[in-house]
């Protein structure tokens, strides 16, 4: 089935350690984007990749760095994670800029 | 800045009609999403309006107004499985969605 694929569905992180999320999709969408979701709040953009070989910073990009190596794979890494980091990572793609987003299941991340 | 209201939180009877209301305040405009999302789960889209009127998709409408900053979600013949989130967010002038909190919706039988 096309999609979105992240991993690890969820995880506890010691702080100071390193983390990347995985993303990947097969639905050979050119935009992907990397959210987090808190209570509360709206969700809020990370980073994003409008293209393969391209990313841009969002509203919160801090802490976090991302590639887009080819079309399908947008790997979020944390390089120290912070407790502030604790949330819920959701990935998504859109065939373009201006087309709908489609999300990921998300990954549920617990930095101690 | 840039900011998007919508309610908390909504309670409606099941099989009754439910309007969700959402303002928004960007820099530019070029689009505005509706979304749905259940507890635990991913945000799954339900409706895109660009250009003023009333966008009707089986049991779900979506209603724009640019010149307001205005737009609304009609759910008809509520049910049960209606019971969720809904994300209201624009995409500004850079093509980049900005998200409203989300109101919860609650079905009561």
């Known amino acids: 089935i096309a999609g979105i694929t992240q991993a690890p569905t969820s995880q506890i992180l010691a702080a100071g350690r390193r983390m990347t999320l995985r993303c990947t999709q097969d639905m050979r969408h050119n935009a992907m984007y990397w959210y987090r979701q808190d209570l509360g709040l709206g969700l809020r953009l990370i980073h994003y990749?409008?293209?393969?070989?391209?990313?841009g910073k969002g509203e919160v990009p801090d802490g976090y760095s991302v590639s887009r190596a080819n079309t399908d794979d947008f790997p979020l890494t944390l390089a120290s994670a912070v407790p502030s980091q604790t949330s819920v990572y959701f990935c998504?793609?859109?065939?373009?800029?201006?087309?709908?987003?489609?999300f990921g299941d998300g990954t549920r991340l617990s930095i101690l | 800045g840039q900011n998007i209201d919508q309610p908390t939180e909504m309670t409606a009877t099941e099989g009754a009609i439910v309007q969700i209301n959402c303002t928004y305040q960007t820099s530019g405009f070029n689009g505005l999403f509706w979304y749905q999302q259940h507890a635990g789960e991913a945000p799954t889209f339900l409706s895109y309006n660009v250009l003023d009127g009333l966008e009707e998709k089986g049991r779900f409408s979506s209603f724009l107004s640019r010149s307001k900053g205005y737009s609304y979600l009609l759910l008809k013949e509520l049910q049960m499985k209606d019971s969720a989130s809904y994300l209201c967010a624009v995409m500004d002038s850079n093509y980049q969605l900005i998200w409203g909190a989300g109101t919860k919706l609650i079905i009561k039988p």
């Open positions: 998504a793609s859109s065939e373009d800029t201006n087309q709908p987003q489609h």
């Open positions: 990749s409008n293209t393969a070989g391209t990313t």
